[in-house]
């Protein structure tokens, strides 16, 4: 049972658009989201955060949506850099205060020059 | 480098044979997780320890694998008679109570069993 999903593999913008990163979960009881960026040969990298107590959360150019009626996030980078390509993982803890993540699929980002 | 580190960064080896991979956290961080990739997926965890007791392990973990932080430092996940379906990235993630779930990952070791 996947309760994290990522529906896109892949996506490609160009330097300088936004990029946007869907995310999806099943469970409601998740109440705090988290995103995580991976380089190859690197381990992940945390990103930015949400609370469900909020629906958004912004740090510099990443914005992260919450929309807990649709079970629904997602993560909005403006203006993309080449240097933001790279795989996003969203991720929720499975209980509070345990650091459990459960892990999307992830979505390879592309920034074109 | 104060960052999380493991070791091997890549290990090849036959079925049915032992592996041992080493995990050293920051220093300051009490929690210390392993996950497992596969290719295409996210991250899955295995297990996590807070100092040297380990609190939880998943399903996943068979009774192959064995995980252990002797002095509540660093961390090592042994797998007894491997199988191609070892075959992943395992990833080592430590913490610190001002919150558990941002997490510092390593590198991560490449298993590939032939």
């Known amino acids: 049972d996947q309760q994290v999903k990522q529906n896109s593999p892949s996506l490609s913008v160009q330097e300088g658009r936004i990029s946007i990163l869907n995310c999806d979960y099943t469970?409601?009881?998740?109440?705090?989201f988290l995103w995580y960026k991976k380089y190859p040969a690197e381990g992940p990298t945390f990103l930015i955060s949400i609370s469900s107590i909020k629906d958004k959360n912004e740090d510099g150019r990443f914005t992260v949506f919450l929309n807990k009626s649709a079970k629904h996030l997602s993560l909005h980078i403006v203006p993309s850099q080449p240097g933001d390509s790279a795989v996003y993982f969203c991720a929720a803890p499975s209980s509070s205060n345990t650091g459990k993540l459960i892990f999307g699929q992830g979505t390879t980002l592309q920034v074109k020059p | 480098d104060t960052g999380v580190s493991q070791d091997p960064r890549h290990k090849i080896t036959k079925r049915g044979q032992n592996v041992t991979f080493r995990c050293d956290p920051i220093?300051?961080?009490?929690?210390l997780y392993w996950y497992r990739q596969t290719l295409g997926q996210g991250p899955e965890f295995l297990t996590y320890?807070?100092?040297?007791?380990?609190?939880?392990k998943s399903r996943l973990l068979s009774d192959r694998f064995s995980a252990e932080r002797p002095k509540g430092s660093f961390s090592t996940l042994e797998i007894q008679r491997t199988e191609q379906g070892d075959s992943a990235m395992y990833l080592c993630?430590?913490?610190?109570?001002?919150?558990?779930?941002?997490?510092?990952f390593g590198p991560g070791t490449r298993l590939t069993v032939l």
């Open positions: 220093s300051e961080h009490n929690r």
């Open positions: 469970n409601s009881m998740f109440d705090y």
């Open positions: 320890f807070q100092n040297e007791a380990q609190l939880e």
């Open positions: 993630a430590t913490a610190s109570g001002s919150s558990y779930n941002e997490q510092f």
